[in-house]
């Protein structure tokens, strides 16, 4: 039977996993093929896939091939969120090692529309430089930040002069929390009714968000398009060069399979 691993964390790696189980929520093995779902063991309580699950880093690019050759992997899909740039990587250098075919399953990133005022930067650093002119351009007080970028990247855009932060995340960020950053832990989907209510509760002036893509986070991009909000847009890092890539569980699932 041909061995699959998927490396996820993701709406996505949990469909793909779903439907090379035979799309129910029974075993690992359907359709021909043995699934094993890899996660980073970083997230508590964290959404599972069905079947085989194993947990934790494999310890680098070494750590990967070696457990790719011993589990006998016949096929490696990459369906990490488009920010876990150290995996993909580790990914795409344990497959050119070991022969294991690699196929990256990424969501498409969002567009920009009529009645958006986005900015995209090309880094968590880029953006906390834009919201440090952007205080330094206040004239009232401080400027009111959503922060949706994650709590690890808190520590970038702590600091700041004149910017008070709403910072959204899954897991609580590791202490100590500055006076000037409120934590709201929620981890979705959510809703433009919710958002909305949310941006007004808080008199937020500007939404700090990665272009993560997909339908659960998107309700606070329209909310902030009603109201009228800013939203600073951290670009995805680039792929490796040469990776196959698709932006659907089903075109991963048909590849999967042979
Ligand atoms: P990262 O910076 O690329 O990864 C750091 C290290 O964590 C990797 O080098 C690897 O350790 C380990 N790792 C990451 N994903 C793994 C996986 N699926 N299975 C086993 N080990 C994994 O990634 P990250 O940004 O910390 O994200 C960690 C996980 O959370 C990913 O699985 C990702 O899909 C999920 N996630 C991330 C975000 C985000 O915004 N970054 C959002 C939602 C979900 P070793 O080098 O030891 O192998």
């Not at 899954?170 to 433009?192: A, I, Q, S």
């Not at 986070?217 to 680039?238: F, N, S």
Request: charged share 20%.
């Amino acid at each position: 039977m041909r061995r699959v691993l998927i490396l996820g964390g993701t709406a996505e790696a949990r469909a793909l996993a779903a439907e090379l189980s035979g799309g129910s929520s029974g075993g690992s093995s359907g359709r021909g093929v043995h699934v094993v779902s890899s996660l980073a063991g970083r997230v508590s309580n964290p959404r599972l896939p069905v079947g085989e699950v194993r947990e934790g880093g494999f310890g680098g690019a070494d750590g990967l091939a070696a457990w790719l050759a011993a589990e006998r992997i016949d096929a490696l899909v990459d369906a990490t969120h488009p920010f876990a740039a150290r995996m993909t990587a580790s990914a795409a250098e344990a497959s050119a090692r070991t022969g294991v075919p690699l196929l990256v399953l990424r969501r498409p990133g969002w567009r920009e529309g009529p009645g958006d005022a986005w900015q995209r930067v090309p880094s968590l650093p880029a953006a906390a430089a834009r919201l440090f002119e952007t205080a330094a351009q206040s004239s009232g007080g401080a400027v009111r930040v959503f922060l949706t970028t994650g709590r690890r990247s808190l520590p970038v855009f702590t600091g700041l002069a004149g910017v008070w932060l709403l910072a959204r995340s899954v897991d609580p960020p590791e202490p100590p929390v500055p006076d000037h950053v409120h934590v709201l832990l929620d981890r979705g989907p959510y809703t433009v009714e919710g958002e909305r209510a949310l941006i007004r509760e808080h008199r937020l002036d500007v939404l700090v968000t990665k272009d993560s893509g997909g339908p659960m986070t998107t309700a606070k991009l329209v909310a902030a398009r009603e109201l009228g909000l800013p939203v600073i847009m951290v670009d995805r890092p680039p792929l490796p060069a040469g990776v196959r890539l698709v932006e659907t569980a089903t075109e991963a699932a048909a590849w999967a399979q042979g």
